[in-house]
């Protein structure tokens, strides 16, 4: 690891900044992992678009249909491609303890820089935040490695600030991906932004978020490399003009995105997110591929409708 436990807070607010991107995991027509394709989109991400930081196989990433060892795979590419270029974060997300211990131990071991933990259901929501408290601070002795909570609706529950401030007592928790109404990540930042950072997934938010409330770091979701071209980085440019104090120019490059921001959100099946953001991938010329069960394809009338939103919505390729 480049620090040790009890610096893992330290580290994580000196190099822990920026934009953040959950990667997509491509898979070939077989629906095994598409391990170059992988590789060159990381590569584009890193190479073209300069994001700061991958955040491999979570949901985006369906790791719910993947094996222990093609998530472990997934985590080694990312630490090959990325080198020192950019920050990795492997989900270990899993209703299993033990298969979260063990993707912990595989990512600090082969030199990731942290971990995502997402909370787990509970079945019964009986006694959440003594359950949950105890579930971090479990997974926090096991491992040196700086972990980020995950609170999101599919657990059945929210994590409150309250809660989220006392898991950020724990050694190594660096960071938390709060995917709750702004009031509640507000106040969380208020309670614990001192020892943890605090982000939200939501990138129509971002910019508020690094204005009114400080922020460093969006982690993260797809759109940084889904509103983005090589030749069009404006999510890039309105992130670094924000964190400079221009905040007039920062609002107008941000709000020129707002058609391609329609044009994913209009086009978008409720059920299909993962499906609905690789084509558009393979409309950017990146590597998306199909989804595995038990998500569904694209219909062909939704990939016409998405190509049409896409060569109208304005963004430079």
């Known amino acids: 690891m480049k620090y040790s436990k009890p610096d893992a807070k330290a580290y994580s607010r000196r190099n822990m900044k920026g934009i953040w991107a959950a990667a997509l995991t491509p898979f070939n027509p077989d629906l095994t992992i598409d391990e170059d394709g992988f590789r060159a989109n990381i590569r584009h991400w890193i190479d073209d678009l300069k994001l700061?930081?991958?955040?491999?196989?979570?949901?985006?990433?369906?790791?719910?249909?993947?094996?222990?060892?093609?998530?472990?795979?997934?985590?080694?590419?990312?630490?090959?491609?990325?080198?020192?270029?950019?920050?990795?974060?492997?989900?270990?997300?899993?209703?299993?303890?033990?298969?979260?211990?063990?993707?912990?131990?595989?990512?600090?071991?082969?030199?990731?820089?942290?971990?995502?933990?997402?909370?787990?259901?509970?079945?019964?929501?009986?006694?959440?935040?003594?359950?949950?408290?105890?579930?971090?601070?479990?997974?926090?002795?096991?491992?040196?490695?700086?972990?980020?909570?995950?609170?999101?609706?599919?657990?059945?529950?929210?994590?409150?600030?309250?809660?989220?401030?006392?898991?950020?007592?724990?050694?190594?928790?660096?960071?938390?991906?709060?995917?709750?109404?702004?009031?509640?990540?507000?106040?969380?930042?208020?309670?614990?932004?001192?020892?943890?950072?605090?982000?939200?997934?939501?990138?129509?938010?971002?910019?508020?978020?690094?204005?009114?409330?400080?922020?460093?770091?969006y982690l993260c979701s797809t759109p940084p490399y889904l509103l983005q071209t090589k030749a069009d980085q404006r999510m890039r440019e309105y992130t670094d003009l924000a964190l400079a104090g221009n905040v007039e120019r920062a609002r107008a490059v941000s709000a020129s995105l707002d058609p391609v921001r329609d044009a994913l959100k209009a086009t978008r099946p409720g059920g299909k997110p993962q499906a609905h953001q690789k084509y558009w991938q393979d409309l950017l010329g990146q590597v998306g591929g199909p989804v595995r069960r038990p998500l569904l394809q694209l219909t062909g009338e939704e990939r016409a409708t998405t190509r049409a939103a896409f060569e109208a919505c304005g963004l430079t390729r």
């Open 52 to 217: 700061d930081g991958l955040f491999i196989s979570g949901k985006q990433g369906e790791f719910f249909s993947m094996s222990i060892e093609e998530r472990k795979r997934t985590f080694e590419i990312a630490v090959e491609e990325t080198g020192d270029a950019s920050g990795t974060i492997m989900s270990c997300s899993d209703q299993n303890l033990d298969t979260v211990i063990d993707l912990a131990r595989h990512a600090q071991n082969i030199g990731a820089d942290y971990i995502v933990v997402h909370a787990p259901i509970l079945h019964f929501l009986s006694d959440v935040d003594d359950t949950v408290y105890e579930y971090y601070r479990h997974i926090s002795e096991q491992v040196d490695i700086g972990i980020a909570m995950w609170s999101h609706p599919d657990s059945g529950y929210l994590m409150s600030p309250e809660l989220c401030s006392r898991v950020a007592d724990l050694p190594n928790i660096v960071a938390i991906k709060y995917s709750v109404p702004r009031d509640m990540y507000a106040e969380l930042t208020k309670l614990a932004g001192d020892r943890i950072l605090v982000s939200t997934a939501a990138e129509h938010e971002w910019l508020d978020n690094i204005v009114e409330l400080g922020w460093q770091l």
